[in-house]
């Protein structure tokens, strides 16, 4: 596992934490499938440019509701890595 990876997990592991949810529950409202959110969650793979601006829309509305609440750096990290890696493919 990389760093981006154990990064993307930590993101992944404190919204399933703060919201309460279920892989699955979050896989639904941002239109991925169980599979990818997991590589996710495990440190495995990162979203791609699509899927994260999905995750950080999907955060940021649990943000406005008062649901989650996640450092800047935490988001900004998110945004950063998924464009380091659509260079690198």
Same mark, same amino acid.
């Given at each position: 596992? *990389?760093?981006? $990876?154990?990064?993307? @997990?930590?993101?992944?592991?404190?919204?399933?934490? &703060? +919201?309460?949810?279920?892989? =699955?529950?979050?896989?639904?409202?941002?239109?991925?499938?169980?599979?990818?959110? *997991?590589?996710? $969650?495990?440190?495995? @793979?990162?979203?791609?440019?699509?899927?994260?601006? &999905? +995750?950080?829309?999907?955060? =940021?509305?649990?943000?406005?509701?008062?649901?989650?609440?996640?450092?800047?750096?935490?988001?900004?990290?998110?945004?950063?890595?998924?464009?380091?890696?659509?260079?690198?493919?």
């Amino acid at each position: 596992m *990389n760093t981006e $990876g154990r990064s993307f @997990s930590a993101l992944m592991e404190e919204v399933w934490r &703060q +919201l309460a949810v279920r892989q =699955e529950d979050v896989d639904r409202q941002i239109g991925v499938n169980d599979a990818t959110v *997991n590589c996710w $969650g495990n440190g495995h @793979s990162t979203p791609s440019k699509l899927a994260n601006t &999905q +995750l950080k829309t999907f955060c =940021e509305k649990m943000i406005r509701r008062s649901t989650l609440t996640l450092s800047a750096g935490m988001m900004d990290f998110a945004t950063l890595e998924a464009h380091r890696n659509q260079e690198q493919s």
